[in-house]
């Protein structure tokens, strides 16, 4: 493939939009690379505050051939650039009642948690790793691939998701191998990391479970933004052209091409092509506004489910921890009726299911010495469905997730802390641009997935492309970066001359 005189354009530089523009400059494509924002990552951003240093997310690397793929492709090494350490126990689940489950790939372990949880259900559990392993090769290799131009591709997968009963949800897949109740939540729990709902239907998400007890879970030393660092490195390594903090306010059209991009320094650039790594709707609405495309699309993405947005709180505290591992999700009392309160009522639970991320125990870099870095985050409804002042609401629930913490892990957590922030709905929305605040763009039910997201070319506009979590396969670095793996190989398609 040869790309004389050809130039494209990504916008976002999140990890869909830095595996993108990586393969198109490693294939010969000149890529200039476009972030609003002064560090790369998108959702991966970091701060660092009073010594700490708090990764806004996510808080583990699954998968992570996939992002040495995009080092080998031009002869490098990702070890050369970032060290991943491993997370063992992957993370544990707690109960209210004191009952816990390590996830691990130690597959004895395991077994034996089984054994002592639920003994009855070793049988079932067996059945639901092969079924995962089944979803991961149809969906997560296969269907991950696809390009769905058409419905005939869509067509095509029926068979397989037919016979993973990909209409019922992820909760109800494990209620047809398990019997108890813990275990079922255990095995369900993942669709959530994804912003998908596991009450709803859409069971291939069951593959999730697959990557974590097959390849491991890893952390970057130093955050996961040094991975988004490294990507960035790496690409400029290649002759990539990158232009942080400039916020992109323009994709300019004429007929079904796109011509030129313009930030809002007033930088503007022709290219042969652009890709948006950003928000969808941020994209047509805002970006494409001026062309009857973006105006059709926006009032057909306002149509769209989104998946819900996130209430985080960092904070930095005395002490080491060593009894708590680096991911813990603290159950509430109810499972169904608070995932009916985010998914479907749109109010905050009067009770509380926490993500606790304690990187400090795998990398005490992240920390002064003798102290130690957390994130509390819990799923929220997005901004269309709760319409609170988040300015006056943020505090009042910052101090409820802490107290939970520390009735449930840190007693004197209260005397300990040494600096806190939270991060709202408002923010996502402000900061990332994301739609209503949603966390993980259009929510990941079977009627917005494969051919039914939103596809990797634009239908209309011939040179417009896109990657990340609003494309097939959807959010999750495995995800995205697999999504940019299809889109870079339309897109030197499409441009080979």
């Keep these: 493939m040869t790309f004389e005189g050809k130039h494209a354009c990504v916008i976002g530089a999140g990890f869909g939009g830095l595996a993108l523009a990586i393969r198109l400059q490693a294939a010969g494509l000149a890529t200039t690379l476009v972030e609003a924002r002064d560090k790369p990552g998108g959702c991966a951003y970091f701060w660092q505050k ?33 060290e991943l350490m491993p997370v063992t126990p992957h993370y544990r689940l707690s109960w209210p009642d004191g009952t816990s489950f390590d996830q691990s790939d130690d597959a004895p372990a395991l077994r034996r948690q089984i054994v002592r949880l639920a003994p009855a259900d070793l049988g079932g559990y067996e059945a639901f790793l092969a079924h995962s392993a089944e979803c991961a090769r149809e969906h997560g290799e296969r269907l991950g691939a696809q390009r769905f131009f058409d419905f005939t591709a869509m067509a095509r997968a ?3 998701l037919v016979k993973q009963r990909a209409w019922r949800s992820a909760y109800d897949t494990a209620a047809r191998f398990v019997e108890n109740e813990k275990v079922r939540q255990a095995l369900s729990i993942h669709t959530l990391l994804v912003g998908g709902n596991p009450l709803a239907p859409g069971s291939v998400f069951a593959l999730m479970h697959r990557p974590e007890t097959s390849g491991g879970v890893w952390w970057v030393r130093g955050g996961i933004n040094r991975l988004a660092a ?5 690409f400029e390594r290649l002759g990539g052209t990158v232009r942080l903090g400039e916020a992109a306010v323009a994709i300019e059209t004429s007929g079904t091409r796109v011509t030129e991009v313009e930030t809002a320094s007033g930088w503007r650039e022709r290219f042969q092509a652009v890709a948006s790594n950003g928000d969808l709707m941020r994209t047509y609405r805002d970006l494409l506004s001026d062309s009857a495309r973006g105006q059709q699309m926006a009032r057909r993405l306002a149509r769209k489910r989104f998946s819900p947005s996130l209430f985080v709180v960092h904070f930095g505290i005395e002490g080491n921890w060593p009894g708590i591992p680096h991911h813990t999700v603290l159950f509430g009392p109810r499972y169904r009726g608070l995932l009916e309160d985010i998914f479907d009522h749109g109010v905050l639970p009067a009770d509380l299911s926490i993500y606790l991320h304690h990187p400090t125990v795998t990398d005490p870099s992240l920390a002064p010495e003798g102290m130690s870095t957390f994130y509390a985050l819990i799923p929220v409804p997005h901004l269309g469905k709760l319409t609170v002042d988040w300015a006056q609401i943020g505090p009042v629930l910052e101090a409820r997730v802490l107290a939970e913490i520390e009735r449930r892990l840190i007693p004197d957590l209260s005397d300990r802390i040494v600096t806190r922030f939270h991060y709202t709905p408002r923010d996502f929305a402000g900061d990332m641009g994301a739609h209503l605040g949603s966390a993980f763009g ?33 959010a999750g670095i495995p995800g995205v970066i697999a999504g940019a793996k299809a889109t870079a190989a339309i897109m030197l398609e499409d441009l080979a001359s």
């Excluded at 700490?52 to 996939?66: Q, Y």
Aim: proline fraction near 9%.
């Design 158 to 160: 029926v068979p397989a």
């Design 230 to 234: 490294a990507m960035l490195r790496h």
């Design 50 to 82: 009073d010594g700490f240093t708090f990764d806004a997310g996510p808080t583990a690397i699954v998968d992570p051939g996939c992002l040495r793929e995009l080092w080998e492709i031009t002869g490098h090494s990702m070890a050369d650039d970032v």
């Design 442 to 474: 259009p929510e990941p039910v079977l009627t917005q997935s494969a051919w039914f997201r939103c596809p990797r070319r634009d239908d209309v506009i011939s040179n417009l492309y896109l990657v990340g979590a609003g494309t097939h396969p959807g």
